[in-house]
């Protein structure tokens, strides 16, 4: 025991005599030397909330929706099946505020053998003008039933006259929106390429399409009702290159000097009632008519009767859709809808050729089994006009069912 004691008192004594002994400049570096790996963990933690705080501003969302499909006897002839089971959309969509005012957005569509992007755009609030955003990039155009989510929309697809019109429901561009917060008034103003087709990244021609639309709404409290009512239009042009050969709407030939613009316009209504009444119930509507071109792709090679024979097309064109929704208890759901669309309205019976108008009865039945699950049964009941060229009633209904899962 008194060894250990002379032991301990000894290396105590020589440890403390080693330090009288040190450069306090070299006791300077030693604590230099701490303090420096010290800081440098203060600005890794620095740099790591950081990151959390960006990582927070990130909100990530998006829906599945498989389905079954059932088709008639016309369509099982033209698809070589007549049921399948497919992916429609598989979505997930990334939003990045990145500061007050500032907003990001991105969103890929995985659907099976279909991944495309859907949305790229950022949302801008503009200094010094209130309630005014500016968008920029790929987006919805600014119409109803096109802005409508396909995952809050109550039937399976979009009516026959927008998905007609409007394509693949996005485009590029710039938009100008207004929405009031003193008065209920939604502005949108925007300009696009106007090429009507997701795969081309890039402008076909010189001319920018521009679209507008404006809805006002009205409230009443005390009668459980909202309406809102608008109007939009599309202003634009296909640009003929090369073949100067025109066939109108009447069927008469026309022609125009090569190089230029074939007219592209319509104008439209719309009309919303959300009604609080036995559950809830929904009437909504609207009304498009006018003008909407083809641009002939024959090559410029081609001799005249080859480009006459396939002339750029010139067809006044009308559509409307109409919707009756009725909530039943607090997780089902009826739906009716009625669109009618009519490709070219100078012309009828015979005359019409294969330009014929559909009208088209459409049920559905939602249930939600909680917020995230939806299951939908869905049956599309298409009627075609008669003439010679489509002399019977095509069997192309349609039956439905979708599970969608929302996250």
């Not at 059932?70 to 939003?95: P, Q």
């Not at 119409?143 to 927008?162: C, F, G, H, P």
């Amino acid at each position: 025991m008194k060894k250990l004691l002379a032991i301990t008192i000894f290396m105590m004594v020589s440890v403390y005599g080693y330090s009288q002994k040190q450069n306090p400049d070299s006791l300077k570096e030693v604590i230099e030397k701490h303090e420096g790996r010290l800081n440098a963990l203060d600005e890794r933690v620095l740099v790591n909330e950081a990151d959390l705080g960006k990582l927070n501003k990130i909100k990530v969302s998006g829906y599945i929706q498989a389905q079954w499909e059932s088709y008639g006897k016309d369509l099982e002839k033209s698809n070589g099946y007549n049921n399948t089971f497919y992916i429609r959309r598989a979505r997930v969509k990334f939003t990045y505020e990145a500061l007050d005012g500032v907003k990001f957005v991105l969103q890929p569509d995985f659907s099976t053998g279909n991944l495309v992007l859907k949305d790229a755009y950022a949302v801008v609030n503009i200094p010094k003008l209130k309630d005014f955003t500016l968008w920029t990039g790929q987006f919805n155009r600014p119409d109803y039933e096109v802005e409508y989510s396909s995952s809050q929309r109550e039937v399976l697809e979009r009516s026959r006259v927008i998905r007609t019109i409007y394509p693949g429901e996005r485009e590029i561009g710039v938009k100008l929106e207004y929405v009031g917060s003193t008065i209920p008034l939604k502005v949108q103003l925007m300009a696009m390429n106007g090429n009507f087709t997701a795969a081309q990244a890039k402008d076909v021609d010189s001319k920018k399409d521009l679209m507008g639309r404006i809805v006002y709404s009205i409230k009443l409290p005390d009668a459980g009702i909202g309406i809102d009512f608008g109007a939009n239009g599309y202003f634009g042009g296909n640009l003929a290159k090369t073949n100067p050969y025109i066939s109108n709407s009447d069927g008469t030939a026309d022609s125009v000097k090569v190089w230029s613009y074939l007219d592209k316009n319509w104008v439209g209504g719309e009309v919303q009632i959300f009604a609080d009444v036995l559950g809830g119930m929904a009437i909504k509507a609207e009304y498009i008519a006018g003008i909407n071109s083809t641009a002939s792709t024959i090559a410029g090679t081609s001799t005249m009767a080859q480009m006459k024979a396939s002339p750029n097309l010139f067809n006044n064109f009308s559509g409307y859709y109409l919707y009756f929704i009725k909530n039943i208890g607090p997780k089902d759901q009826f739906i009716a809808r009625y669109d009618y669309y009519d490709p070219n309205t100078k012309l009828s019976g015979d005359a019409a050729g294969n330009n014929i108008y559909y009208t088209t009865w459409t049920v559905s039945l939602q249930h939600y089994l909680n917020d995230n699950i939806r299951i939908s049964l869905n049956y599309e009941m298409p009627k075609n006009e008669i003439n010679a060229s489509n002399s019977t009633e095509k069997k192309d209904n349609v039956l439905g069912v979708r599970i969608q899962a929302k996250f």
